[in-house]
């Protein structure tokens, strides 16, 4: 199983950035994909999560509205539109992987992580 997570980078606030998940090695359809954050100092904390393309869930409130968690299942991506970002969305956003198909925002839920994409927001 290997998630590959891209697209992260520095972003003036008001921004946008869309963040890629590129899965292998399993079968993507029997794996619910998830989003998390970690800022500098902060606990990893979930921040959408997605079963199918008409099944998504949102855990952080700041991002609900900005934020849009998507999926391709023919290219095994999942991606993460981030909109009218803030500097408190500066962090470090990991992709991960769970099957059941069952969405939580509680980290050690998720079997399996990438590597990780770096956001940063400046004000």
């Known amino acids: 199983v290997q998630l590959q997570a891209s697209g992260g980078g520095l972003v003036q606030a008001g921004g946008s950035l869309r963040l890629s998940c590129a899965a292998s090695?399993?079968?993507?359809?029997?794996?619910?994909i998830g989003w998390f954050r970690q800022a500098p100092g902060s606990e990893r904390e979930g921040v959408a999560c997605i079963r199918s393309p008409d099944d998504s869930f949102y855990y952080k409130d700041s991002a609900k509205g900005r934020f849009t968690i998507s999926s391709d299942n023919a290219k095994n991506t999942v991606y993460l539109q981030m909109n009218s970002l803030k500097p408190e969305d500066t962090a470090v956003y990991y992709c991960?992987?769970?099957?059941?198909?069952?969405?939580?925002?509680?980290?050690?839920?998720?079997?399996?992580w990438g590597q990780g994409t770096r956001v940063t927001v400046s004000s």
């Open positions: 991960a992987a769970v099957t059941p198909k069952v969405c939580s925002n509680w980290y050690p839920h998720y079997a399996y």
């Open positions: 090695g399993f079968t993507f359809d029997d794996y619910a």
